[in-house]
């Protein structure tokens, strides 16, 4: 059952992404692209997200676990580290270069196209990468 | 692409998140991580996108 929902949670976010214009890099240039022909819809796409999400943690939490789990799994940290912005800005630089953040960019195996493959490699080898970086603590 | 896989894929490896991760789950949980982190992540883009279209594309 864990996995069934676990399966149904990722086809409706595969669904939503690809439904809101997020698997499309051109209109996530767009967006983007402040200086251009700005297309400001995906901001709404992230807001409309967050708030939805922020209701839906508010109801999950009244419970002291999830239903098909043992307990609920959360970050706890709280610092800024280097690590945490410098990693943002590399992906900031990425994610302008490409259009593809790693969710749509996963969701867009539906329809693989070369760019879209030689940028799924090259993520997964940049995973590995931060891996072997060890933490300076 | 390459290019800018490898960095969407070693910048959400070291900064533990991306757009869903720290924009929709983090900021959806007020985590003051999260919100730096997207604000970097939103701001680099845009310059990215700025620099490539604007000042070497020269406009497009």
Not at chain 1, 73 to 89: E, K, N, V, W, Y
Not at chain 2, 19 to 43: E, I, K, N, Q, Y
């Amino acid at each position: 059952m864990k996995t069934l929902m676990g399966y149904i949670a990722g086809l409706l976010f595969g669904l939503g992404l690809a439904v809101s214009g997020m698997t499309d890099p051109a209109r996530v240039l767009g967006f983007l692209d402040l200086a251009g022909a700005w297309d400001p819809t995906l901001m709404f796409v992230l807001g409309g997200a967050v708030v939805t999400n922020f209701i839906g943690y508010r109801l999950a939490f009244k419970r002291t676990a999830p239903v098909y789990g043992e307990a609920f799994q959360l970050p706890t940290r709280q610092d800024l580290d280097g690590r945490l912005i410098g990693g943002s800005a590399l992906f900031g630089i990425g994610w302008g270069l490409s259009g593809y953040c790693p969710g749509p960019a996963i969701a867009s195996i539906a329809g693989p196209s070369v760019p879209l493959v030689a940028m799924l490699v090259a993520m997964v080898a940049g995973w590995f990468l931060a891996r072997a970086i060890p933490a300076r603590s | 692409m390459l290019v800018a896989g490898l960095l969407v894929g070693l910048g959400t490896g070291l900064g533990s998140g991306c757009t869903s991760g720290h924009g929709v789950c983090g900021l959806a949980r007020l985590s003051p991580r999260s919100l730096v982190a997207t604000l970097t992540f939103l701001v680099m883009a845009i310059i990215t996108v700025f620099v490539v279209r604007h000042v070497i594309g020269g406009g497009a």
